[in-house]
């Protein structure tokens, strides 16, 4: 399915209600079917462009359905809904089950239940009075009378492209939390349950071959699953480094023979390399330049953009301002039902972070990667002690930590336990909009394998290229967009260069954005633009400038996210 509302009838003003359901109407969900229990109603929508029914009634009142796209115990659709409503318990949800991002919805014995996949990759909200729950951070606010801007959130947006934690740009609305199952009898608020969560983060032994067959099993036995399910309709992309190798040749043992995608200019080297490699397997590629296009006339961006809000809910990414082709894609890839694959996530087998194989702290963490900012672009409301702490407390709070000491593995698995749930998380969230969408590498059960393998065997790429070598000799033996095939470990000068690269100060890190961006000019892509802009948005940008000096700006991508913001609180009336 692709959302839900589940709405507190007998609390929730009529209008509020309404205020609603107009905005997943405006965002394209029409017609929900509405089920009840727990004294809720439950408002399901199917998904956008490939509808994926999955609702499964018992007969009795109770049922089982999942938004975005859930596999369970080897099981797909309706028959994964029936299987997890017969065996469900809420004392004992096992992780190694599961597969894909999504939100699970369980009525049982006149109560609720909902919880998310293991990881965190499916984005769920409510308001802070619970008595809206859904997938839409839009519609949970429209409900609410008093909206107050969270400058937490709002600098993690801008400078990240995420906000972290149960935080959202509004104190009013939160993210429900990825490790809980939430139940409901008739009480407006949730019970709220822990749920089991443990990631091996020590190293084990064996040699690299023996921990690639170990990491392969796991990921084959997934790649099977899903090649089952769909066969050749599936889509991923194809691109000059890793990660999407790894899924081509995964999908090849598997016997797919997917649809194929590249975005970028014709020079550019993830272009070149697909293009080689797709006249030398004699695949079908689609390539596409997304940075080209006709731009709209300016009095048609007005629409353009307010179909952006609704249906990206909001707070994407990359921030609501485009040329259009963002949703024009994602809703390309899956058509006819097809699976959108994505290969974020793969970097769980390489070192992410580039860091000395040492222990660290998390403040360490956030000095080399959560620092893509310049203090001299925030005002007075911005106190960088605070907002670091801030920062590193809900990183503990990922990894269940009571203090800042981290082993390296540990170090490591803020990629996926930290950024993957909350950036990626934002990212599976909207492509489960249009279609079944999956991202293989944040399966709980693959990064149990991935995460203990010793970093050594990471550093360079090395790891996963040996595994790309064991599955598919001839994919592996093309050129990378680093100019060196996969048919063999990184060649010299690439290990020279990240092993200077890994012992970059970390103290040197943090003040890497903050330098580049005093001799960077800003440069506005068109619909940045004033002819572009005014009328949408005042240009002194009065409720971000609160938070931000826009000269100081000279990065795109923030001043995107920056005027999402601005359109975002312009729309909810916010001061």
Not at 531 to 536: F, K, N
Request: aromatic residues 12%.
């Amino acid at each position: 399915m692709g959302a839900f509302l589940i709405i507190a009838e007998n609390e929730l003003a009529d209008a509020c209600k309404q205020a609603a359901l107009t905005v997943m109407s405006r965002a394209g969900f029409t017609k929900p079917q509405v089920l009840t229990c727990a004294d809720k109603s439950i408002y399901l929508y199917d998904k956008l462009v490939a509808p994926t029914p999955n609702l499964y009634e018992a007969g009795n009142g109770d049922f089982c359905f999942s938004v975005g796209t859930l596999f369970f115990d080897g099981s797909y659709g309706v028959d994964a809904s029936e299987k997890l409503l017969k065996t469900f318990s809420p004392a004992r949800i096992d992780p190694t089950l599961f597969d894909g991002s999504f939100a699970a919805v369980i009525a049982r014995g006149g109560k609720l239940y909902i919880f998310g996949d293991p990881l965190g990759t499916y984005r769920l909200f409510h308001s802070d009075d619970h008595k809206v729950w859904g997938t839409s951070f839009l519609a949970a606010a429209s409900t609410l009378p008093v909206l107050k801007p969270n400058p937490q959130a709002i600098y993690e947006y801008v400078f990240q492209g995420a906000t972290y934690g149960n935080d959202t740009p509004f104190h009013e609305v939160k993210m429900a939390n990825s490790h809980a199952l939430y139940e409901w009898d008739k009480g407006q608020t949730p019970n709220r349950r822990s749920r089991y969560f443990n990631m091996f983060l020590r190293p084990i032994d064996g040699s690299q071959d023996e921990l690639v067959d170990y990491c392969l099993e796991a990921l084959q036995n997934q790649f099977q699953q899903v090649v089952s399910q769909f066969g050749n309709n599936i889509d991923t992309a194809l691109s000059g480094g890793y990660d999407s190798r790894l899924m081509l040749a995964l999908l090849r043992k598997a016997g797919s023979q997917p649809k194929i995608h590249v975005y970028g200019a014709d020079n550019d080297p993830d272009v070149v390399v697909a293009k080689t490699i797709a006249k030398g397997e004699n695949l079908h590629l689609v390539h596409k330049n997304k940075a080209i296009s006709t731009p709209p006339a300016p009095e048609e961006y007005p629409a353009l953009l307010a179909k952006n809000f609704f249906v990206m809910d909001g707070i994407p990414n990359e921030g609501i301002f485009d040329n259009g082709l963002n949703l024009e894609t994602r809703r390309e890839r899956v058509q006819g039902g097809a699976l959108a694959l994505n290969g974020g996530g793969g970097e769980i087998y390489r070192d992410f972070f580039h860091l000395p194989d040492q222990p660290l702290t998390i403040h360490d963490m956030i000095r080399t990667f959560y620092s893509q900012y310049d203090p001299a672009s925030t005002t007075e409301e911005f106190t960088e002690r605070l907002y670091r702490e801030r920062l590193a407390l809900k990183i503990r709070q990922s990894l269940d930590k009571g203090h800042d000491q981290l082993n390296r593995i540990e170090a490591e698995s803020i990629y996926p336990l930290f950024r993957l749930r909350y950036w990626m998380g934002k990212n599976n969230s909207l492509n489960n909009r249009f279609g079944p969408a999956l991202t293989p590498f944040t399966r709980y059960s693959v990064l149990q394998t991935a995460m203990p393998v010793p970093l050594r065997f990471k550093y360079y790429g090395n790891f996963e290229a040996a595994m790309i070598r064991k599955l598919d000799l001839v994919l592996a033996g093309y050129l990378t967009d680093y100019g060196y095939s996969l048919s063999a470990p990184a060649p010299l000068g690439a290990r020279i260069a990240g092993w200077m690269d890994i012992r970059k100060p970390i103290a040197l890190r943090q003040h890497i954005f903050a330098f580049k961006n005093k001799f960077r000019k800003l440069q506005k892509p068109f619909y940045l633009n004033e002819e572009y802009v005014d009328g949408l948005l005042d240009p002194d940008c009065p409720r971000m400038s609160r938070f931000f000096r826009l000269d100081k700006i000279t990065s795109a991508e923030q001043f995107n996210r920056l005027y999402s913001l601005e359109y975002l609180m312009k729309y909810f009336k916010t001061s």
